[in-house]
Every structure is written in structure tokens, then in C-alpha cells.
T-cell receptor, first 113, second 115 residues
Framework: DVKVTQSSRYLVKRTGEKVFLECVQD?????MFWYRQDPGLGLRLIYFSYDVKMKEKGDIPEGYSVSREKKERFSLILESASTNQTSMYLC????????????FGPGTRLTVL | AQKITQTQPGMFVQEKEAVTLDCTYD???????LFWYKQPSSGEMIFLIY??????QNATEGRYSLNFQKARKSANLVISASQLGDSAMYFC????????????FGSGTRLQVQP
């Protein structure tokens, strides 16, 4: 069974802290994605990666960075957390095939105080 | 730039009835893919159905069908014989052109199925 896991379901951090959100997939997928989900806005793409050490900015990359040192792991980093980064963060992966359905992790609800 | 519009923030349907969730899209790419995902209250995103821009037939998956009208740039999801377990958020999404694998999502529609 395909699986995408995220390191935490809930996380509370202080303003200014450096925050790491980890995502691991066990499907040998080429592509990995980070989205944030806010009410009324749907999911918005932060960053994605199509290969190890490769990354591309999405629609809202400001205040975030990513790391993909191994194919199965894609990390989202909040360099200095701010209250407007309080959100649900969803990681996804896809195999890079014709349909290329994305498989999502359970999400991390991050609160920045 | 690609854009997905879902104009129905919330919908109600009676159990066993059919319901249509609207989705319109905007893109200048000739090749694209359209997806529908379901997000129950537990939060996980569940893939429902896919339609490629060159597919001649409307996609169907069990009780789900996608009413694809290319000229009108619409990709409505039809759920037949609604069940209580269909109560969830539904997101329409579009893959961003050939070779680009990220998705652009709409704002979602919350469907509530009433007994």
C-alpha cells in the first residue's frame, strides 16, 4: 500500500523559531510537493522537487526553503516562523507517469504563537 | 497562468440523490490534466478521478463521473446515489501543462449529505 508520512500531525512553535517539517514516501516516486491549505484558499504550492537535490519554487515560496537529499525524503523549512505561517501543511508525491496522481500525507497542522 | 474556480462553497444533497460539483478552469496550455480529490474531516486527500485534455470520453470511476466540456473549460464532478460517507470537502485541480507536475487547486466545495 502506497504511503506518504509526515513527521508530526500537530506542531506548536514560537515566532522566530526555525521549523522543520519532514515528509517521507515509500513508493520510489520522482516528484514531491509541499502545499499549504487555508480555509477558502484551497491548497497552494510552496515548493516541489522532481529529483534529488532539485527543487522549484511554487506560488508562495517566501519564508520557506526545502531540502531533498534522498529520493524518499522532502523537508520543508521555515527559516524564521511567523504567525502568518500558521496553517495546515500537506506533503505529496507522484510517480511522474501519464496520469501522475499525487498521493498525500496526513498533513501537519502548524500553529505559530 | 492557470486558475481553477469552484463557485460553490457549500452544497447539500439528500442521501441516494445525485449531485454535481462545479469546476471551471483557465489555461493556455494545450495539454493538461484535471483531477478531483476528496478530503473527509479526518484530513487526508483522496484521489477520485482524472481527465486528460485529449481524452475523448468523460472519465468514470464507480459512482464518480467527470462531465468534461472542453470548449466551456469546465470539469464538473457528478456523484451518483450519494451516501452519508460522501460528506467531505471536494477539490478540483489541474496539472500545470506538459512536463510540469504540480497541481493548481480550486478553493473547494463542502458537500453535506443528509439522511
Amino acid at each position: 500500500d502506497v504511503k506518504v508520512t509526515q513527521s508530526s500531525r500537530y506542531l506548536v512553535k514560537r515566532t522566530g523559531e526555525k521549523v522543520f517539517l519532514e515528509c517521507v514516501q515509500d513508493m520510489d516516486h520522482e516528484n514531491m510537493f509541499w502545499y499549504r491549505q487555508d480555509p477558502g484558499l484551497g491548497l497552494r504550492l510552496i515548493y516541489f522537487s522532481y529529483d534529488v537535490k532539485m527543487k522549484e519554487k511554487g506560488d508562495i515560496p517566501e519564508g520557506y526553503s526545502v531540502s531533498r537529499e534522498k529520493k524518499e525524503r522532502f523537508s520543508l523549512i521555515l527559516e524564521s516562523a511567523s504567525t502568518n505561517q500558521t496553517s495546515m501543511y500537506l506533503c505529496a508525491s507522484s510517480p511522474g507517469q501519464v496520469v501522475d496522481e499525487q498521493f498525500f500525507g496526513p498533513g501537519t497542522r502548524l500553529t505559530v504563537l | 497562468a492557470q486558475k481553477i474556480t469552484q463557485t460553490q462553497p457549500g452544497m447539500f444533497v439528500q442521501e441516494k440523490e445525485a449531485v454535481t460539483l462545479d469546476c471551471t478552469y483557465d489555461t493556455s496550455d494545450p495539454s493538461y490534466g484535471l483531477f478531483w480529490y476528496k478530503q473527509p474531516s479526518s484530513g487526508e486527500m483522496i484521489f477520485l478521478i482524472y481527465q486528460g485534455s485529449y481524452d475523448q470520453q468523460n472519465a468514470t470511476e464507480g459512482r464518480y463521473s467527470l462531465n468534461f466540456q472542453k470548449a466551456r473549460k469546465s470539469a464538473n464532478l457528478v456523484i451518483s446515489a450519494s451516501q452519508l460517507g460522501d460528506s467531505a470537502m471536494y477539490f478540483c485541480a489541474m496539472r500545470r501543462g506538459t512536463g510540469r507536475r504540480a497541481l493548481t487547486f480550486g478553493s473547494g466545495t463542502r458537500l453535506q449529505v443528509q439522511p
